[in-house]
């Protein structure tokens, strides 16, 4: 990974500190002969500190015996006065062999220390050495940065907290989230932040029952802030170690405006329902009675018109309830009342409900049923209402003169019910498409068919939701067989 | 809610409904097709000053109404038609088995969705009324 530095190779300047001129130029050529080297030289305390404050080095190499200002002073004026965060090494020069010197350098700040007269490979290889810790201490620095400009810049609160559920970390926008951009939610307990994360498991990092997705669980949860104001979040959780220590990593997600839009969508759906049902109430039901014939009779053509616009109504009508329920299914809303059924009845009612339609498409509609009973804990209407779109579908698809054929059988544990036609089939490019919703194969048959575009989409979803599968096979100019499975259930069908 | 009377035929329906078509269409439907005496009222207030008066055998109450809604007039609609035995049936465009059950909870004796068909909606309150009967 290129992280923008090279620990060796950076332009490392050392300011060299040393009276004797001798000496001085001794040093001066050794380090100009190390690459990427610039060297400042000076040659007392006092010239030392001025370059030092006028152009701050990466490293100094400092004599500490010289008249006036000595090496201690200007050693403890660098300590005193430079900025600490930023590591600066000082090499002192002593003139003894005692320990003295340099350790009372060391206690003022020296990093290291050499005895004159310098040895040549000393002086290089403490300079290449310390080269070498400056370098990557100044890449961690950069690494460090980089992480922390990712971290406080993307819109994700992250926070770690210990196994007790205590934040040990958190980035910038965690704090804002929860209105506390002065100071840090580090040291405080989830629970204080999350007030429903009671019961999660800050060991295991798991919160009970929670759904999974991709190995993470997300849950939605509500956040209080320091003011006490409450917003929604989503919640995701992963446990890792650092350093050996176990902890929970969390990501959260603010759902304001996400929840603003779902609530916008749902009072949206709730008008449609609302304010397009009641019209057609009364333009269906005035069709309705006009089609009946109990206010009297109609010319043919009139009664031809008066037909197709109660037809279209009620397609109106289905395609409001199909958008609706695709919502509801969608949102999990969707409320189902799983009771043993026999599937004989449902089939029967499904297959009986189709035979208009079936008459009207000149399609003749057969069904086989088995001779026992097979039972199968579902909602009937929802099963009904998958049967009547399969069916539906298989003699729109139908020309005329055509037959549908629904059957129902056992396989395995499951009741299967296929639907049969012999149709133009399904192109195959379309075949992936065809549980998605809006899809029809052919855009004019939105129109010539009268279907939403909806109808496998919503059975697919319903079925699966009643633990069972659904499918097809299909052979272009052949025809197409849909079929349903449901888990059989051992119970009785109650009334 | 046992009728005294015992099988007595149903005749007298009242329908609170704030859409004036929907309330033209409930009378087509009642009146000239099935042939019942119907009073109808705009909304719940009006409704519930008429309902002891009319005293309705069957009261078809529109879920959604200005100002008060079908739910929220229910309990007075109950106590002040206790002594006629009035079946109460919410009419809803909210289609769905849960709302059912929850209107059946809220006290209703029947619920009915939008949008019905005038031809048949006759027959459905007598087959109903006929149940309750029984």
Redesign the interface.
Known sequence: MNNGLDVEDFLMRILLVEDDPVMRTFMRVILQSEPNMEIEVAADGKEGLEKFFLNPPDMVILDLRMPQVDGFEVLETIRAKHDASVWLPVIVVSHSDSDEEPLRAFRLGADDFMVKPVNKEILQRKVRNFRRVIGLQRSNQHLAMQVTAVTDDINVGLITTDESGIVNWCNQSANCMFGICESELEGLHMSYLLEEIRNFDFKECRIEGAAEVNGMQRVRMKATKEDGETFPVELSASKLTVRGEPMCAFELRDLTDIERIEEMKREFLSVINHELRTPLTSINGALSVLKSGKLGDMPDKAMRMIDLAHRNGQRLHRLINDILDFEKIEEGKLDMQLKPQSMKDMTQNGVSAMEGLAKSSKVRLSLKLPDEDLIAKVDADRIEQVMTNLISNAIKFSPPGGKVQVRLSQRVGQAVVEVQDWGAGIPDEFTQRIFTRFSQADQRDTRTKGGSGLGLAISKRLVEAMGGAIGFESIEGKGSTFYFSLPLSKEVVCG | MGNAGGAEPLTRIMCVED?P??R??LQ??LE??AGFELHLAEDAETGLSQVQGYAPQILLLDV?LPAMSGPEALPQFRQLTQEFGTRIIFLT??????ARSEFIELGADEVLF??????TLGDTLSSLWDNWQA
């Open positions: 859409d078509d929907i033209e269409l087509m439907a000239d097709l959604m465009a909210k289609a769905s088995q849960r939008k949008p019905f068909d005038p031809v």
